[in-house]
């Protein structure tokens, strides 16, 4: 960085071919012509908290708060892709909601109006959430076709790189099970974005920001090359393609970040991808305030980092929204916390304002001379993939762990110098400081040994044979190229199969998970 920015580094003679007009091609300033000014981002809080009936009275209250979308995190039982029968009860429920069946989902979602408003599901492949929130529809009588939201986390690439919890089939399999997916939703679904590509697990990693938005870009390539040879159109399915970024405290930085990525993406998908719908050229993203740069120290200055990431955010564009709570690095958020999380972002807009213009750094000097450079950048970790062979041998091969690892340490080191200061880490510190929080809040053992006996009553209610037969016909689709594999997760679902136990069924049929350690 420079000291000063001047017309040498940037001037308006180049506003049309690098800046333009929100809407329009290049798309620096944002993907729709009115942005904040026609609709706000939505406010998507995560959430996950204990017992169905615990997840859905949170829900209740954040929505009345001001949130404008759902959110849901599974515990981490669910993530790791198990029912609550098959681990330590001791862990359930302290990091996300306990949901196994059809009727979980139910109660999770019950008196929320889920044709009418978007579902974002924390779902690594092969989607049983998805499976049994359409499993609600059904109940309910609502038309697939009224289901709007996100899977959260399809990114099989990222969790094979930094997210290895979520990483639960193989490789191979991963790559079969989400073209399955996106296929399924686009015909059956059509208002479900099946993909969304994650720059936040790679960057919560160590990698640089723009690391971080060049690996999710090759990611997105790599998704659409894989659906195209599939025999899918291009159009057909890139204006359901999602982003989700990691948002630090690098202000400026983070938003030349996702200025230059909106750029490039567009750029992409035309001249790579031959994309010709303008609906596939949006590079529509969540951002999400960076839980990497919280504090166990002096915790309540996380306030004021998270203010000032989503400012970041806000400047950069995005179309939802999270915003950490100041007591995320101890535990799942108090509900004070949380409401606080809510009201940063409310604040910002409709007292700060700053919803009411639209790319407002847009012609800065600064700005535009680090988007350009940034741009830069990130169009080289994209020629490193390419020279790999793409991202899915990229991350085969280890490449893109090892310069993340890289990228790491060298930032630790600066940490540790005391080149890069953290307040109340290495630099404002309180002497003899005691770090306080409360204990971590674990749900009550009545309600954990009551969800434990619903999933029991609930396994013996259901038809015995009907869920066997759906699993002996997802097993058969896992083993034949003609058959939708995730046709045959919601199958399951449906007759009464249990998560775990959807699972359970593709690891022995395409491989267990195991992602690569780099030493």
């Known amino acids: 960085m420079k000291p000063l920015y001047t017309p040498l580094d940037w001037d308006g003679e180049r506003y049309l071919t690098d800046l333009g007009f929100p809407g329009q091609l290049p798309m620096t300033r944002g993907i729709y012509a009115s942005m904040y000014r026609g609709r706000a981002w939505s406010q998507r809080q995560l959430i996950g908290l204990g017992a169905p009936e615990d997840y859905n009275k949170r829900l209740q209250t954040i929505l009345q708060a001001g949130a404008s979308a759902v959110s849901l995190i599974p515990c981490n039982s669910v993530y790791r892709g198990y029912d609550i029968d098959q681990v330590d009860p001791l862990l359930l429920g302290t990091c996300g909601t306990m949901v196994n069946t059809v009727d979980d989902m139910d109660v999770c979602l019950r008196g929320i109006p889920i044709d009418r408003i978007s579902t974002a599901l924390n779902d690594p492949l092969p989607f049983t959430l998805l499976a049994l929130l359409l499993g609600v529809a059904k109940r309910r009588d609502i038309p697939w076709s009224k289901i709007t939201g996100t899977s959260n986390q399809s990114d099989f690439i990222s969790h094979f790189v930094a997210n290895h919890m979520f990483f ?24 479900w974005n099946p993909v969304s590509v994650v720059g936040q697990h790679m960057q919560q990693a160590g990698a640089t920001p723009a690391q971080a938005m060049g690996y999710t870009l090759c990611t997105a390539i790599q998704y659409a090359e894989d659906c195209i040879a599939r025999g899918l159109d291009p159009d057909s ?26 750029r490039l993406w567009p750029r992409i998908v035309r001249e790579r991808l031959g994309a010709k719908d303008p609906r596939s050229w949006r590079f529509k993203f969540h951002a999400q305030t960076s ?28 179309q939802s929204l999270h915003t950490d709570a100041y007591d995320e690095v101890f535990s799942t958020p108090a509900e004070q916390a949380a409401r606080v999380a809510v009201n940063t972002q409310n604040i910002l807009r409709d007292e700060a304002h700053l919803a009411d213009v639209i790319d407002p750094l847009g012609g800065s000097y600064y700005m535009e001379s680090l988007t350009d450079a940034m741009e830069q950048e990130i169009a080289d970790v994209i020629a490193q993939i390419d020279a790999a062979g793409g991202m899915y041998q990229a991350v085969e091969k280890g490449l893109v762990q090892s310069r993340i690892g890289e990228s790491a340490l060298a930032f630790q080191e ?7 200061k953290v307040v109340g880490v290495n630099a404002y510190t309180v002497a003899d400081e005691a770090i306080e929080h409360a204990p971590i809040a674990r749900p009550d053992t009545a309600v954990v040994e009551n969800q434990l006996k619903r999933l029991q009553a609930f396994k013996a209610a259901r038809s015995q044979r009907q869920v066997q037969t759906a699993l002996d016909r997802l097993a058969s689709a896992a083993n034949s190229p003609d058959q939708n594999v995730f046709a045959g997760v919601v199958e399951a679902a449906i007759a009464g199969a249990t998560h775990g136990e959807i699972v359970a069924c593709l690891r022995r049929e395409l491989g267990f998970g195991q992602p690569l350690v780099i030493a």
């Open 237 to 262: 399915f890139l204006p359901r393609f999602t982003f989700f970024f990691d948002v630090s405290i690098s202000f400026f930085e983070e938003i030349a970040k996702l200025r230059a990525g909106r």
């Open 291 to 318: 839980g990497v740069d919280l504090t166990r120290q002096q915790p309540l200055n996380n306030i004021a980092r998270v203010t000032i990431q989503a400012m970041a955010a806000l400047f950069g564009g995005p």
């Open 414 to 420: 600066q940490v540790e110098s005391g080149a890069q």
């Open 168 to 191: 639960r089939l193989s490789l191979a399999g991963s790559r079969r099970v989400l073209v399955d997916h996106i296929e399924f939703t686009n015909r059956h679904v059509p208002g």
